[in-house]
């Protein structure tokens, strides 16, 4: 697992984690969090259970 970066939005650090296995960005966030519905909404709306 990647370490985040300072001050690194979630969506960020998912797409860092994509890149680094080699699949798309939502494809990591389907896996990490499958009732997502999209990247940027990971960063204004996680819920507690979620985050």
Do not use: N
């Not at 939502?26 to 819920?47: F, W």
């Amino acid at each position: 697992m990647l370490p985040p970066a300072a001050d690194e939005i979630l969506s960020s650090w998912i797409s860092r984690h994509a890149a680094f296995y080699g699949v798309p960005p939502m494809t990591m966030l389907q896996h990490c969090l499958p009732q997502a519905t999209s990247l940027g909404a990971v960063d204004l709306c996680l819920t507690r259970k979620q985050a």
